[in-house]
C-alpha cells in the first residue's frame, strides 16, 4: 500500500475516532454535571480542544503513515494503536457521561504512557517523524492534569 493511502486510512479512523468520542460526550461540556465542576486554573477555553485535536490527529495520521512504511512489527504496532484508540475514545464516555472522574484518569494515564511507548520504543524506523508525536504527548499531560485536578477538587 502506498504512503498516501495509510495517511488517508488513518486520517479517517483518527477523525472517526474523535467523531465518536465526541458523540459519547453527549453534549459533556455543556452539561450542568461539568460546568458547575470546580476546574483547573489552567482549563484553556473551549474552542482549544477541537484545536488541539485536530492538530493532534493529522501530526498522529503523519506519524503512523511513517509507522506502518517503515517498521516491522507489525503486529505490536497494531495492537498498541487499537488500545490506544479504545483508551482514547472511551475516556470521553467514563468522564462525560459515567462521571467516573477517577476511572477516566486511569484511562488518561495509560493512553498518555501508551503514546511515550510510541515515543521511544516503536520508532526505531521513524526518525524524526516521532517528534509528529509530541504534541499529542503534550497535550496528553495537559488532559490528565486537568482530570486529576478534578478528581483532587470535586
Not at 467514563?94 to 520508532?123: D, E, K, P, Q
Not at 503534550?138 to 478534578?150: E, G, K, M, P
Request: some cysteine; overall charge positive.
Amino acid at each position: 500500500m502506498k504512503p498516501i493511502t495509510y495517511f488517508f486510512i488513518f486520517l479517517a479512523i483518527n477523525f472517526g475516532g474523535l467523531a465518536f468520542g465526541s458523540w459519547l460526550m453527549n453534549n459533556g461540556p455543556t452539561s450542568d454535571w461539568y460546568i458547575n465542576l470546580n476546574k483547573a486554573p489552567w482549563t484553556p477555553p473551549g474552542w482549544v480542544f477541537g484545536a488541539a485535536w485536530t492538530t493532534i490527529m493529522i501530526c498522529f495520521s503523519i506519524y503512523l503513515t511513517k509507522l506502518f512504511t517503515s517498521e516491522k512489527d507489525m503486529k505490536r504496532i497494531t495492537i498498541a494503536f487499537l488500545i490506544q484508540f479504545i483508551l482514547n475514545v472511551s475516556w470521553n464516555f467514563l468522564f462525560f457521561n459515567l462521571h467516573l472522574v477517577f476511572m477516566a484518569l486511569i484511562g488518561i494515564t495509560l493512553l498518555t504512557a501508551l503514546i511515550f511507548y510510541f515515543y521511544f520504543n516503536l520508532s526505531k524506523n521513524a526518525k524524526k517523524h516521532k517528534f509528529l508525536l509530541l504534541p499529542y504527548m503534550i497535550w496528553l499531560c495537559i488532559a490528565t492534569s486537568l482530570n486529576l485536578y478534578v478528581l483532587v477538587y470535586n
